[in-house]
């Protein structure tokens, strides 16, 4: 697989921002239709800032706010009617805890395995000497474009015994072909090969340098596909949909899909006696504006601290295509 | 091998070419087994899991026959897709799935290049960086949470977009699903999608800027030839990709977004196989609606993949 002619961006931004004529610091004159431009590049970053930012804003506001206000529509900037009741009652419900630790297991196990095996893949297929990787990276990247389909899977499955079974959260995703090709394209083009020569004289074989070498200078390339990894496992919800029967091993999406799209808010207290039906329907949607913090927070939390990487990740990714 | 010059290590190769087979195989063994035994995870994993499922589409071409499985059964050619193809589910399903999937494909392509060449005219890193951490975020929202807020927005009356709408939830609405859907898509990954662009925009040669300028060029001349022309082979790219599941409607976003009202709208080929497959049993049938796609799928990467080797010079294989 070769890719006719995208080059590698190798040019780091900071530089190009430093040359782009229109920065401050390089004077220049500018034209009335700059500043037009100027205007209307302006108004369409901030319309689309406001566009991706308010329904998170809202459904932040709206778990806080008295739900009598927000369906009435004016909770609309900050909360109103400041009440926790709805996070009172996601605390209390056991099924969300059984899926937050369901899908934490899944997802920790779920990654590590990811890891250990894309990683030393990665690293083998992106040795130039090593012949057989073409064939290997071939029938690794068809299965991308070709699958069996969702009845073969199942049927396998279930001849391996995984329906039913936790491992099925873990071991048929254990390679994202993707992923390893981000991976191998990170080690063949970002890791010196003097380094291997100069392991290979000081007597380190395949594994010592990997361990030693390769792995201390990829932690980018590792955070960045461990959280894809990561993020894939967190948010799976077609798993436990399809292989899964039993509620004890479904993860917190699953359980998610109950109280928010299915409505199966009972648990949580709703439709107990003497309550009307918009009173039902106003905790209810309190419940669930907590519900969707309650587990979109950990996610959202974490990927700012990662957001460094992320540029490198996908831009070697999509080099490689 | 203590050879460190490069001729030496030439010579050796050539040594090495003559040898018998089984020794040249034995050498490699030899040489190789630490990479073997790093790769050989990853290719048990895919073989298990990628090229077993392969070798059982052959099932949409025989009688299922629970005890033998995968393979097992009589051969019956092409009976279950003549079933799908004058099945009346036929039409309807690949309408949607076509409808749904296009619009993705159209708007999911268009808006990212535009964001990305929005972001790449702000001058100061910060700004920069402030926009793409906030549009990158609903990418990590999962589909559950993402139709579980469409649901509570269209909500007729009580939600923030629905009380525009009339009495009726816009989910109901079979013609509205698509919009819908191609819309919730773009808010969600058209920051993420647009990284790819912003680093090759990062790798414009900057006398090309300069020279533009001297040439009298405003920003948006800049844009229209210097910028563009710059992600173009990033763009052609991305466009064969996507292309290769331009029926690969996401199964998950559908599934949920799917209710009694709406199913005229929403039934797509992957709902559909899932279905007669899973929920109904028919594993043969179900099979042959499976590779149905992703046949459909496979001839859309190729020619796609032709085309633009010959008009542009660019192609992934």
Not at chain 2, 262 to 291: C, D, H, R, W
Request: hydrophobic letters at 50%; glycine letters at 8%; charged letters at 10%.
């Amino acid at each position: 697989m070769n890719n006719g002619t995208t080059k590698s961006p190798a040019v780091s931004a900071k530089r190009v921002a430093d040359a782009v004529p229109w920065n401050k610091h390089v004077h220049q004159r500018r034209n009335a239709s700059d500043w037009v431009a100027d205007i209307l590049i302006w108004a369409l970053i901030i319309l689309i800032v406001l566009v991706v930012l308010y329904p998170l804003w809202f459904v932040v506001i709206a778990s806080i706010s008295d739900q009598h206000l927000v369906s009435n529509g004016s909770v609309t900037v900050w909360p109103k009617g400041l009440t926790f009741a709805g996070y009172v009652r996601v605390f209390q419900d056991s099924r969300i805890w059984t899926g937050y630790r369901n899908t934490i297991i899944y997802s920790v196990l779920g990654t590590i395995l990811n890891l250990v095996v894309t990683l030393p893949a990665a690293f083998a297929l992106a040795r130039v000497e090593w012949k057989p990787r073409r064939v290997i990276l071939f029938l690794f990247t068809f299965t991308m474009y070709f699958a069996g389909g969702l009845v073969p899977n199942y049927l396998l499955y279930k001849q391996l015994g995984l329906l039913d079974n936790w491992l099925v959260f873990i071991l048929p995703g254990a390679v994202s072909v993707w992923n390893l090709i981000i991976a191998r394209s990170f080690f063949e083009t970002s890791i010196p090969e003097d380094l291997h020569d100069a392991a290979q004289i000081d007597g380190l074989n395949y594994f010592g340098y990997f361990m030693k070498i390769v792995i201390p200078l990829s932690s980018a390339i590792i955070a960045v596909i461990g959280l894809y990894y990561f993020v894939g496992h967190w948010n799976d919800y077609f798993t436990g949909l399809i292989y899964i029967r039993e509620s004890g091993l479904q993860p917190l999406q699953n359980v998610l899909r109950d109280i928010l799209l299915a409505n199966q808010t009972n648990q949580l207290g709703t439709g107990s006696g003497g309550q009307n039906a918009l009173q039902n329907q106003q905790i209810a949607d309190q419940i669930k504006y907590g519900v969707i913090m309650v587990s979109t927070l950990p996610l959202l939390v974490i990927y700012p601290f990662l957001q460094k990487y992320f540029d490198k990740g996908v831009m070697i990714g999509a080099v490689k295509g | 091998m203590a050879v460190v010059d490069i001729n030496g290590v030439v010579d050796n190769n050539q040594v090495r070419r003559s040898w018998p087979l089984f020794k040249r195989i034995i050498w490699h063994f030899k040489h190789y087994w630490q990479l073997w035994c790093m790769a050989i995870p990853a290719m048990v994993f895919i073989a298990v899991f990628a090229y077993i499922p392969m070798y059982g589409v052959q099932l949409a071409f025989r009688e299922f026959v629970p005890a033998l499985g995968l393979t097992g059964g009589k051969w019956v050619g092409f009976k279950y897709f003549k079933q799908f193809f004058s099945s009346p589910m036929f039409g309807s399903t690949m309408i949607n799935t076509f409808k749904i999937s296009l619009g993705t494909l159209v708007f999911g392509f268009i808006a990212p290049i535009i964001l990305a060449l929005l972001i790449n005219q702000l001058g100061s890193q910060k700004v920069k960086g402030f926009v793409q951490t906030i549009t990158y975020m609903p990418h990590f929202i999962s589909t559950v949470v993402i139709v579980a807020m469409l649901n509570i927005f269209l909500t007729p009356q009580t939600g923030i977009i629905g009380r525009f709408f009339g009495s009726q939830s816009t989910l109901d609405e079979p013609n509205a699903i698509a919009p819908v859907y191609w819309l919730s898509e773009v808010w969600q990954h058209c920051g993420w999608n647009a990284i790819i662009y912003l680093a090759a925009l990062s790798s414009v040669d900057v006398s090309l800027y300069e020279a533009a300028r001297m040439d009298g060029a405003g920003r948006l001349q800049l844009i229209r030839y210097v910028d563009i022309p710059t992600i173009m082979p990033t763009c052609v790219i991305l466009l064969i990709m996507n292309m290769g599941s331009v029926l690969n409607v996401g199964f998950e976003k559908v599934w949920l977004m799917q209710n009694a009202m709406n199913m005229p709208g929403s039934e797509v080929i992957s709902t559909y196989t899932f279905k007669i497959g899973i929920q109904s049993f028919q594993f043969s049938y179900g099979t042959a609606i499976g590779l149905f796609n992703t046949v459909i799928n496979f001839v859309f990467l190729i020619v796609a993949n032709e085309i633009s080797r010959r008009v542009s010079d660019t192609s992934i294989f």
